[in-house]
């Protein structure tokens, strides 16, 4: 049970009502997230914007998905693991793929790149060295898509920490989380 209220769309009103039709448009429902979220009107357009910004950003939705799998792995948030898993198919991954991305794997090298410095941001908070940033420009990565993994791991250290606060009720397929 969620540790706050989760709010209705039909009894929305204003900028939140809004947010909410575009929510449940995009995704043919409104999930639990966003109706928690929906509890802060500036809350729910940050966290709305954010996912429409990097969505249209440098990288691919698979990636973007498989990234969002490790953190929320990492981070014990069965929500976030089970919404990702689902939306990262719907990219084209397979479900090996999401799999190993749990565990911040891939056999893609650029990918792997991307998993381990996303890892190292979340383990250590941040505080990663010229090394770690020279690695993933190694692996094919520009300064704006460097830019673009930090802006992903931040948008789903946020989600990872809605859900795992307030217990919101996963409306996703379940996956198990294999933290490591």
């Not at 500036?42 to 990636?63: I, N, P, Q, V």
């Not at 383990?123 to 990565?141: E, I, T």
């Not at 898509?145 to 250290?157: D, F, K, Q, Y």
């Amino acid at each position: 049970m969620s540790r706050i209220p989760l709010v209705s769309p039909a009894e929305a009103t204003g900028d939140t009502q809004a947010l909410l039709s575009q929510i449940h448009g995009a995704f043919g429902a409104t999930p639990n997230m966003f109706r928690a979220v929906a509890n802060s009107p500036a809350a729910l357009k940050s966290m709305w914007g954010s996912f429409g910004a990097l969505g249209g950003g440098r990288l691919d939705a698979k990636l973007g998905e498989q990234i969002a799998v490790a953190v929320a792995d990492r981070n014990a948030c069965e929500y976030c693991l089970a919404a990702h898993t689902a939306l990262g198919r719907k990219a084209g991954a397979s479900a090996a793929e999401m799999t190993a991305a749990q565990v911040g794997q891939s056999d893609d090298a650029h990918t792997q790149a991307a998993l381990t410095f996303a890892l190292k941001l979340v383990n250590d908070r941040g505080q990663v060295s010229g090394d770690d940033v020279q690695a993933l420009k190694n692996a094919g990565f520009d300064d704006e898509a460097v830019v673009e993994i930090i802006g992903h791991v931040a948008l789903n250290l946020f989600t990872n920490y809605v859900n795992v606060a307030l217990d919101i009720p996963v409306d996703f397929p379940k996956v198990a989380l294999h933290r490591v």
